[in-house]
């Protein structure tokens, strides 16, 4: 077996004891964080977009190289699947790309924070059906508990985007502290196994490849 990446190290070995209490916090106390220009920019090329399709949407937040995003468009091609990743660098890596411009009738990869677009398609009363979250960085140091996801200010407006929610990593505890947020915010799911099937993702092949164990969070709409 192929050995190329290592599981995640951590001397967190449970549910960090800040997170209920910071959790609420985040869903009591509204994030005041303005998007950048350049997600602003972005966003306006989102909507433009949008005007020629009409279809569903699929958010593909931290697409990477926007693998993910072009077969979730193969898979749902009656849905329009929005990638997003503040990378140049990532997104330059797709074999068709131009960050700001549609890459087939049913995707676009955006150069854009994902926290500023949440909160630009909430301003706009964009919800997507499907939203996949596929192993963010996991911040494994216990200090960086708010650069999680669920840990975020960020995370009510995860929240409130609604639609059928995907989170997958080969990190089990960042699923579980997931699983207590999304608890406390009211929209519980269901960790499991990921079951054998097709990487939707380069990481999530060089995971497997590895030996890794992969989970995934569910929540359904």
């Not at 602003?40 to 977009?49: E, G, I, K, M």
């Not at 890596?93 to 009738?105: K, Q």
């Not at 269901?190 to 097709?198: C, D, G, I, T, Y």
């Amino acid at each position: 077996m192929k050995s190329n990446s290592r599981p995640v190290s951590s001397k967190q070995t449970e549910i960090h004891r800040n997170l209920a209490s910071l959790v609420r916090r985040h869903l009591t106390h509204p994030y005041r964080k303005p998007p950048t220009e350049a997600s602003v920019a972005a966003f306006t090329v989102l909507q433009d977009a949008l005007k020629n399709h009409g279809g569903p949407i699929i958010l593909d937040s931290f697409c990477g190289t926007g693998q993910s995003t072009k077969m979730l468009a193969q898979r749902h091609r009656d849905h329009f699947v929005i990638g997003v990743d503040k990378s140049a660098h990532r997104l330059n890596r797709h074999s068709t790309n131009n960050s700001l411009t549609p890459v087939s009738a049913n995707y676009l990869l955006l150069q854009a924070h994902c926290e500023d677009i949440w909160q630009l398609m909430l301003l706009n009363k964009l919800n997507p059906q499907r939203h996949y979250l596929l192993y963010p960085n996991p911040w494994p140091k216990s200090g960086h508990l708010q650069r999680r996801l669920h840990g975020n200010g960020s995370f009510a407006w995860l929240m409130q985007l609604g639609g059928r929610i995907e989170l997958r990593s080969n990190w089990k505890l960042y699923l579980e502290e997931f699983d207590l947020a999304v608890q406390i915010a009211g929209r519980p799911g269901q960790l499991s196994a990921l079951r054998e099937q097709p990487p939707l993702t380069l990481f999530e092949q060089k995971y497997r490849d590895s030996g890794h164990l992969l989970w995934a969070y569910l929540i359904e709409d």
